[in-house]
């Protein structure tokens, strides 16, 4: 009997345990129910989730082991839940499903809610950070992209690294000549030109081992160039077909690279108030390091997206390296006053500014930018 009371006993506490846990799984989506906001902590196959509700009280919080467990999960949230998710990896992803299902749903900059942590750095600590700054107003969702603007978006960014591991190749060649005395200009010229007769030069003080290795890099300098021509020729003919690439590229020192870049980025213009805040976004601005009544203005502020304020600043160089100081075109005129003032790199800053104002322009209406040489009205917005 002893040995029965024993296992009775066993029963009844595994009995037990299978409601208490019956039960924490009720009250979970009973939480899950009635949450308002929900904050995923995005990663491969683990997900952490924390809830509030309509007054900011955590009610919610769940470790998810699985993608399909995480699916299953969101296929059960309400309508009525707001999910944020923070930019990273897959996060436009997981935001397209939810908006298909009709979840509201907001991606928030990694940068400005890592300043909401409280703690260490922990999956628990990163989602409840995720809800804390989904209550600061002041913080701007990343716009949702569609499946093509992903897509257009993996091209440039493809082509970006074929740019840098061409220039990667180019420095080490220079560099590992000049080790042996052999001084060689930057750029794309002097290494297709002078390097293929600095190997043929036997008088050059080369070890044969260094030359077989420039050979072999020269190699692979010319490939990742090819490659990097690939790419340019797909985005400029995507640019083509694009009706608002062929609008944008009507504005001097927009090219295809630049029309397809911002198309790509989806920025919805029209959340910005005005063209200067639009420009800011890309961080062509002064940065600002004022107290009281001293207004300290410094140099570009150089916030939000790099990839495409560096392609603005290098379509205003070309602008102005194609400028005639003879030229009797208003745009001309203005531009060599700015490089007279200023010099040619921030009059450079300035040209992209004043591009990205345009831009912003034409991305919210079916204008072309016109210029009108020689009258009053330096330049127009046309249908």
């Not at 990694?110 to 703690?119: E, F, K, N, P």
């Not at 260490?120 to 990343?142: M, Q, T, Y």
């Amino acid at each position: 009997m002893r040995h029965g009371g024993i296992l009775i006993e066993a029963n009844d506490s595994e009995g037990e345990a299978m409601k208490k846990h019956t039960t924490n799984n009720q009250s979970l989506s009973a939480d899950v129910s009635a949450c308002s906001t929900v904050a995923v902590d995005l990663a491969k196959r683990v997900f952490q989730v924390a809830g509030e509700d309509a007054l900011g009280q955590v009610i919610f919080e769940e470790r998810i082991k699985s993608r399909e467990a995480f699916q299953v999960f969101l296929r059960e949230l309400p309508p009525s839940v707001t999910v944020l998710v923070e930019t990273g990896p897959g996060a436009q992803a997981w935001a397209r499903l939810l908006q298909m299902q009709g979840n509201p749903v907001r991606i928030l900059p990694a940068q400005l809610v890592a300043s909401h942590r409280s703690g260490p750095k922990n999956d628990r600590n990163d989602a409840l950070a995720i809800l804390r700054a989904g209550r600061d107003c002041k913080i701007s969702a990343v716009p949702i992209k569609s499946a093509a603007a992903m897509a257009m978006q993996a091209l440039h960014r493809a082509r970006q690294g074929y740019v840098r591991r061409r220039t990667a190749v180019g420095n080490q060649m220079r560099g590992l000549l000049l080790e042996h005395g052999v001084a060689m200009a930057q750029g794309e010229t002097a290494i297709s030109q002078l390097v293929p007769r600095i190997l043929e030069d036997a008088t050059q003080p080369l070890p044969d081992l260094l030359r077989e290795l420039i050979a072999e890099l020269l190699g692979e300098w010319s490939q990742l160039g090819d490659r990097v021509n690939v790419l340019t020729g797909r985005l400029e003919m995507a640019a083509k077909e694009d009706e608002t690439a062929k609008r944008l590229m009507t504005v001097r020192g927009v090219g295809p690279i630049i029309a397809t870049a911002l198309i790509a980025k989806q920025t919805e213009p029209e959340r910005f108030a005005n063209a200067r805040l639009f420009a800011a976004y890309f961080g062509l601005v002064p940065s600002q390091h004022s107290s009281g009544e001293k207004t300290r203005l410094g140099g570009m502020s150089k916030r939000g997206d790099a990839y495409l304020r560096s392609l603005t600043i290098q379509g205003a160089h070309a602008v102005l390296r194609q400028i005639r100081p003879d030229s009797e075109q208003p745009d001309d005129k203005r531009l060599q006053r700015w490089i007279n003032r200023l010099g040619r790199k921030e009059a450079a800053v300035r040209l992209a500014n004043r591009n990205l104002r345009i831009l912003w322009v034409l991305l919210q209406n079916d204008q072309t930018y016109r210029r009108q040489p020689g009258s009053g009205q330096e330049a127009t917005m046309s249908h």
